[in-house]
Nanobody
Framework: QVELVESGGGSVQAGGSLRLLCHASGVLMRNIGIGWFRQAQGKEREFVAASSWHDDETTYADSVKGRFRVSRDNPRNTAYLFLNDLKPSDTAIYYC????????????????WGQGTQVTVSS
């Protein structure tokens, strides 16, 4: 059974940076894609970014393109989401999820989800 645990969230001022981690157990990171989603208070969960299992394919939401970057360390079974130039509108709970296809934007294609980590950006 795949289990994912996020960490690295916190509170920063606008323009700041954070690094989110997603550690996987029960599966080898090199065999799964990892998607990142976020849910702001009162809003639906939305796609943020994803990387394929071989990391050759990455995709980003337009709202974060050029500011966020996904990466992974397969030997450590850990994926990363680097958040740069943060804005108050980036405030949300961030989730990572595991996927075995390339339909990264479709939530129902993900087989496992982490518990989420809070990111708060103040102006």
């Amino acid at each position: 059974q795949v289990e994912l645990v996020e960490s690295g969230g916190g509170s920063v001022q606008a323009g700041g940076s954070l690094r989110l981690l997603c550690h996987a157990s029960g599966v080898l990171m090199r065999n799964i894609g990892i998607g990142w989603f976020r849910q702001a208070q009162g809003k639906e969960r939305e796609f943020v970014a994803a990387s394929s299992w071989h990391d050759d394919e990455t995709t980003y939401a337009d709202s974060v393109k050029g500011r966020f970057r996904v990466s992974r360390d397969n030997p450590r079974n850990t994926a990363y989401l680097f958040l740069n130039d943060l804005k108050p509108s980036d405030t949300a709970i961030y989730y990572c999820a595991a996927i075995r296809s390339s339909y990264f934007h479709l939530e129902n294609m993900y087989e496992s989800w982490g518990q989420g980590t809070q990111v708060t950006v103040s102006s």
